[in-house]
């Protein structure tokens, strides 16, 4: 994203002044950065009318291609029309010449890859109860014929309360959707039939999640160690990605759920919320108010890491999983090779 000061913002009713050094946009505030995405920063801003804090991603128009500003805003579309407790809320956007605003609501706690990296490995308890929020915010997606198409760590956030928020929806689509054949998403965490192209389906956010509970148990997804496309391979060759050591059995049977080669015959995530290891966690959750659920799983979290050597966790390969988003755009050029008939 270029650089610019914030006195070349638009200044029109729609855009942005400067306000001693930070900016106003409309009635927020804009604050501090809260990171770098693909197009653009996230920042922390206050509505100056109710006194909220939310978050406003901010994207410079001329860095991204029509097509893909097209995508961006059928992401908002989608997220206007969604209202679930593990769905983040939409709240708006503003458009000027050079930037699109969208708000969105603010989540404390950060993303639970966030998470991973500041307290290390999760213990099963704590990753069955992230995971619990993850399918009832799915199995309210799916109901509604939504496929997220890139659950992932980076993409779940969680507020203060550790309520957990499914996010970024750049990639979602509907069912009976153009793009659904399309390969989109992150290469470890992709289901192997949208990577041999035969199109995403529900069940592939299922594998998702099912790589998801590697990514919490282990602190990296499956095949983390691998370049991405070498991991595109070997999760379309594999019988199933890699069980972590030490995982009980009632885990095991959770994940071999998730990673059912024929997708027709994976569960739904209504289906995984009445498993024996969800249903265990919320049940030893039950009879707790808020503060002492949180202060349970943050106990067990920091006893957890204490026996942990890599408290701190490091990838075992140099992969940036957001550049190796991009190597799907190699995956999908070696297929149409592949595919296209021979003169």
């Known amino acids: 994203m270029a650089n610019s000061t ?5 200044s029109s009713t729609g855009g942005t002044r400067a306000v001693g050094s930070s900016r106003t946009l409309n009635d927020y505030q804009l604050g501090d950065s809260l990171g770098k995405g693909a197009f653009g920063q996230v920042y922390r801003a206050l509505n100056w009318a109710t006194g909220e804090t939310v978050a406003i991603k901010e994207i410079q128009l001329s860095n991204i291609p029509k097509s893909e500003l ?13 209202n679930h407790p593990n769905i983040v809320k939409y709240k708006g956007f503003v458009k000027t010449r050079e930037y699109l605003y969208i708000i969105l609501e603010f989540c404390e706690n950060g993303s639970l890859h966030g998470i991973l990296k500041r307290f290390g490995k999760f213990p099963e308890n704590l990753v069955a109860v992230y995971i619990a929020q993850v399918l009832e915010g799915l199995a309210y997606l799916h109901d509604q014929g939504v496929i997220h198409r890139d659950i992932k760590g980076a993409n779940i956030l969680t507020n203060k309360d550790g309520c957990v928020k499914l996010a970024d929806f750049g990639v979602a689509t509907v069912g009976g959707g153009a793009r659904e054949n399309a390969v989109v998403g992150s290469p470890y965490w992709m289901a192997p039939e949208v990577i041999e192209q035969r199109g995403a389906t529900t069940a592939s956010d299922i594998w998702s999640v099912g790589c998801l509970v590697i990514e919490l148990l282990q602190g990296h997804p499956p095949y983390h160690t691998l370049s991405p496309m ?4 070997r999760i379309v060759q594999d019988d199933c990605p890699p069980i972590p050591e030490g995982a009980s ?14 997708a027709n015959l994976r569960v739904g995530a209504r289906r995984l919320l ?6 265990g966690a919320r049940r ?3 009879g707790q108010n808020v503060d002492d659920r949180l202060e349970k799983t943050k106990r067990d979290s920091r006893e957890h890491a204490a026996k942990t050597e890599d408290k701190l966790l490091k990838p075992a390969g140099n992969w940036n999983y957001d550049e190796a988003v991009l ?7 070696a297929l149409k090779c592949m595919l296209s008939p021979r003169a």
Request: charged share 25%; with cysteine; hydrophobic share 40%.
């Open 6 to 10: 914030p006195g070349s913002r638009p």
């Open 70 to 82: 097209g995508e961006i805003m059928s992401e908002i579309d989608l997220l206007k029309n969604l």
């Open 230 to 233: 070498p991991a595109l391979f």
């Open 249 to 262: 059995n009632v885990v095991k049977d959770f994940l071999y759920a998730c990673f059912q080669r024929d």
């Open 274 to 279: 009445k498993h024996a290891w969800i249903v």
């Open 284 to 286: 030893g959750m039950g």
């Open 327 to 333: 190597k799907v755009q190699e995956w999908n050029e």
